[in-house]
């Protein structure tokens, strides 16, 4: 059975004010980290925290306020549901996130032009990310992360065979009727596919297109070598999670992770 994490209803918002200033970092980083500790983020999650909270102090740090004279950042976090909700408020120059230009991650690394590489690791770290101001209440950001599912939330499917123009159909069936009566995460074993088509393919990136359309995940696992090539072959490593073992996906669900 899957072991997943589930909020202690006793989780109190926690709250912390410090100087806008370097020297802080080391405090906002052990508040944080009390916080992934608290609610049971393994160590890859709790890291994306620490480091889309940090990206997100720094600016405020270095663009929000004047060096001589430094506000006050402050923060907090809160378990919602099954989210980890983490906001830094502060008082210093208004922030529009849309007039930061999106960082440059083609060019070389000499024709590059600095700014916007903090937003985007935050928007890539998180679950979600937003912003708002107003003259009384400063700039919020407010950053989420989701936790692991709740135990039984994740559909396990096992195909078995060839999964081929003839078979995908068959095969394919019970995962669909489960994604229609409103399963949205679904992990698929492959240990047993032997052969797997173009056919297959598109049936299982249809499946994967109705998950992402109920804002739900597909994982994969356990594929044999020949099965594995299909997908280098055709790019869509890139587009599907290919996980190694069942544990391992699993324990992906809910927190963004992804095979390399």
Known sequence: MQVCYVPEPDIAMQSLKVS???????????????????????????WQVQLAVDEAATNI???????????????????????????LRDFGRRFNPFDVPPPDLVSPLEERQPGGLGLYLMSR????????????????????????????????FALSGRIDAVTTAAALEPIYAAVEDGNRYVLINMAEVSFLSSSGLRAL????????????????????????????????????????????????????????
């Not at 708002?132 to 039984?152: I, P, Q, Y």
């Not at 249809?206 to 804002?215: F, G, I, P």
């Open 61 to 87: 740090i270095q663009h929000g306020y004047d060096a001589d004279n430094p506000g006050q950042i402050e923060l907090t976090w809160d378990v919602d549901g099954v989210n980890l909700v983490v906001t």
């Open 20 to 46: 806008a200033t370097l020297s802080s970092l080391a405090l906002i980083s052990d508040f944080i980290s009390n916080a992934t500790t608290s609610v049971g983020l393994d160590e890859h999650a709790a």
């Open 125 to 156: 770290l998180m679950d979600d990310v937003a912003f708002s101001f107003d003259d009384v209440n400063g700039n919020l950001l407010t950053m989420t992360k989701r936790l692991r599912l709740l135990a039984g939330a994740v559909r396990v």
């Open 205 to 260: 990136l249809l499946v994967r297109k109705h998950l992402l359309a109920r804002d739900g995940e597909l994982r994969l696992c356990s594929l044999q070598p020949q099965v594995y090539e299909v997908f280098v072959l055709t790019g869509f490593t890139q587009v599907f999670s290919l996980h190694v073992s069942q544990d391992d996906a699993l324990a992906a669900f809910g927190q963004g992770a992804r095979e390399p």
